[in-house]
């Protein structure tokens, strides 16, 4: 420091305050953890000096002072007097020391202080005629959002230096020296350049010694590594970076354990034809995004959970772009970079993201109900194939096809596929069985065993239930999801006890071990899997068996009907017809009705589509219960089917008169009657062709294509 320009006053003003009654202030919130030790670096100390006065990290916030008004007056009130500490807190809180007075002859605080003779006021006042700083506010980490643009100066490593630079963040650019004390820069980075940061999770060795680095993704297509000592300094540059590169609206995107952070061009499912740019934050397994405008909110993709993750193109021109296609809970979204590099940085990081990463349960790839996409893969292949077989899951597998298949639902599940000629049942029930074997947490939580072992103490099966009900609860959002897809699961099963000879007791005998992650097995495990399994219902609240309604006029309602994996919906009209006497006239038509939302929606079923699965897709529901189907009888209908006829103006190619219409649309005059589709040219002159609607087939020669044409 130069103490030629101390004058009396400045030095009498030192003394009146000193370090302890200024630590007072600028050291009242200052953790144990974070106090400069004597061994600090040269880094150390010029973090430690940013934070405590320039970010005011940890000075003390004034009680009772809510907005710039407020300090302002108090500020008046303090110069008058002698405290000049009063003076410093108020100034540094956010206090105007130019702010207007009210006072017609004194319109300055250093006007009041000189009027009332307080020469260290006037003092102090005059050294920081300059400052402006911001209103403190306790909730936002003592900064204002409306504060002034980030600055940030220290050492750092730039790229593959093994020198560190001295480096300032200040009016946008990022620039950086030989040394502190140099004037010429040896190289600046434009932070609007700047598309995406990318925290590094490893530290870098370097000559130096270990390095905490960011890669800063620029336009065009160029990457420069910074790299800071100690991990608190690279979080501090992040914050510096990411205000001054982030809109306001955005900034709330921005988490503490933030990987990946930047811009990208996206589009969604409801607007398909117009791309915009967005701002995007990885942090974990959850993909933050928005608009960063008015125009939009923040959005959230939760990558464990993706139905679809797929590198796509796009066309611009003659140049085709790679495009990253995302698909959860029915939101379509895709995303491409601003060059090649950025968009790999991106679909590494979320396709990592979104993969399997440990054996935890909530680290698996989920479904949109946050179930284990290999347990439900399982689940639905034994139900099935299985559900009626057997000894399901009493049999044995093959060891390598068990070890072959849970690989291949680590590496990805999304993409396995089980089908029947390529997997053996016993292979596929034993998988589910050592996938919960082999997990980082039993599936009922070993934290838990001796509760869930206690509740068999109560002899009341209700009041267990209630136990259960309550551990239940208590467990994670994973675990809970999965409980339920199972003990579902297991309950179809023993309701099919007498075709499987699996009743409750012997799947609790060969899952006990499984949920509870123990050696061996126990009669008090057995005897509560079997009580999770009889009472599904009842823990769960959902009805397995669907509710029906009565019968009324020409609708039959379906009470417990059993059904076979196979069987389809011609079958069941069938059956279920015969079994409750219902006349049949071979004029009728008997068609199944799916019923869902409360009687709200109803839609018929092809004769084809497969009963149980359908049923099965009901537990996806709000409200499985209020699911139900009904046959429904159209008197007549197969006798009117001949008399029908409906005519219309129709676009026809018949796939096969390339060379004589140039493969284009002509207009015909088309009538459907009975089981017959009649072509004309126009409606005067005869058929062109006729096809026997039982019979559709495509051949080579004749493959007939319509299109509707709307009215003008």
């Known amino acids: 420091m130069d103490s030629s320009i101390w004058s009396n006053e400045l030095v009498e003003l030192f003394l009146e305050v000193g370090n302890q009654k200024a630590n007072s202030f600028w050291a009242a919130q200052l953790p144990l953890e974070e106090e400069l030790h004597a061994g600090a670096s040269d880094e150390q100390r010029a973090t430690f000096t940013r934070r405590k006065y320039r970010e005011r990290k940890y000075c003390r916030v004034l009680e009772g002072l809510h907005n710039s008004e407020q300090l302002n007056k108090a500020l008046c009130a303090a110069v008058v007097l002698p405290d000049v500490l009063r003076t410093m807190e ?5 206090a105007d020391v130019m702010c207007a007075t009210g006072d017609p002859t004194c319109s300055t605080p250093y006007l009041l202080a000189q009027r009332a003779g307080q020469r260290l006021q006037m003092e102090f006042l005059h050294q920081n005629r300059l400052m402006d700083f911001p209103r403190l506010d306790r909730q936002s980490d003592n900064t204002s959002s409306s504060g002034p643009s980030p600055f940030m100066d220290g050492f750092l ?35 609007a350049d700047v598309v995406s940061l990318a925290v590094s999770n490893a530290e870098t060795v370097t000559v130096a010694g270990a390095v905490f680095t960011v ?17 608190e300094t690279r979080r501090d540059w992040i914050q510096a970076l990411t205000k001054c590169l982030v809109p306001p609206k955005a900034q709330s995107l921005v988490r503490e354990n933030s990987e990946l952070i930047g811009r990208l061009l996206y589009k969604e499912g409801h607007d398909l034809y117009h791309w915009r740019t967005g701002w995007f934050v990885l942090a974990g397994s959850v993909l933050h995004f928005g608009p960063g405008d008015d125009e939009g909110d923040e959005e959230v993709l939760r990558l464990k959970q993706l139905q679809e993750l797929t590198v796509t193109s796009h066309s611009e021109g003659d140049e085709k772009i790679p495009v990253l ?53 399982c689940i639905a292949f034994v139900t099935q194939y299985g559900l009626c077989q057997e000894g399901v899951y009493g049999q044995p597998g093959d060891p390598t096809g068990v070890a072959q298949l849970l690989e291949e639902f680590t590496l990805d599940a999304r993409h396995v596929k089980l089908r029947e000629k390529e997997r053996r049942l016993e292979d596929v029930t034993d998988t589910l069985k050592s996938f919960f074997l082999q997990a980082e947490d039993a599936l009922l939580t070993k934290e838990l065993y001796p509760y869930w072992v206690s509740a068999l103490d109560e002899e009341d099966m209700s009041l267990r239930v ?22 579902q699961h297991l309950y179809r099963i023993q309701q099919c006890c007498h075709l499987n000879r699996m ?32 009472n599904y219902v009842a823990l ?86 209020s699911a139900f189907l009904v046959l429904k009888k159209f008197a007549g209908a197969k006798r009117h089917a001949d008399e029908l006829v409906r005519s219309e103006h129709l676009k026809f190619n018949d796939g096969c008169s390339k060379l004589l219409s140039g493969h284009k649309f002509q207009d ?38 319509f299109k509707h044409s709307a009215p003008t």
């Open 325 to 377: 296609l995302m698909v959860e809970s029915g939101r379509t979204i895709y995303i491409h970079g601003f060059s090649t590099t950025d968009f790999s940085l991106w679909l590494s990081a979320i396709t990592q993201a979104a993969g399997t990463d440990s054996r935890a349960l909530g680290e698996q790839q989920l479904t949109k109900n946050g179930v284990p996409i290999a347990v439900e893969s």
């Open 503 to 534: 009743p409750s007791e012997k799947l609790a005998s060969v899952f006990s071990s499984c949920l509870f992650q123990t050696q061996g097995q126990t009669p008090q495990e057995i005897r509560v899997v079997r009580d999770l399994i009889d």
């Open 215 to 231: 890669e800063v993704y620029l336009r065009p297509a160029r990457i420069v590594v910074i790299g800071a000592e100690t991990q």
């Open 540 to 625: 769960f609240g959902t009805s397995v068996m669907s509710q029906w309604s009565q019968s009324t006029g020409f609708q039959c309602l379906l009470g417990r009907q059993q059904v076979w994996p196979s069987m389809r919906s011609a079958e069941l009209a069938e059956t279920a017809l015969s079994m409750r006497n219902v006349p049949f006239d071979a004029d009728d038509a008997w068609t199944t009705f799916e019923v869902i939302e409360n009687g709200e929606l109803e839609r018929p079923l092809h004769r084809s589509e497969k009963i149980l699965e359908q049923v099965l897709e009901w537990s996806t529901l709000d409200c499985p219960s």
């Open 157 to 191: 490593y730039i790229s593959a230096e093994t020198v560190r630079r001295w480096c300032t963040l200040e009016g946008g650019f990022l620039t950086y020296y030989e040394s502190a004390r140099s004037s010429t820069a040896v190289g600046r980075l434009a932070v």
């Open 466 to 487: 209630k136990k259960y009900s309550t551990f239940i609860e208590s467990l994670p959002e994973t675990n809970k999801a999965t409980l339920d897809a199972l003990l």
């Open 90 to 94: 108020l100034l540094f809180n956010g």
């Open 668 to 705: 015909r005059f088309v009538v459907l009657r009975a089981h017959k589709l009649l072509l004309y040219r126009d409606v005067k002159v005869s058929a062109l062709f006729v096809h026997l609607a039982p019979h559709l087939r495509e051949t080579r020669d004749h493959i007939f294509t």
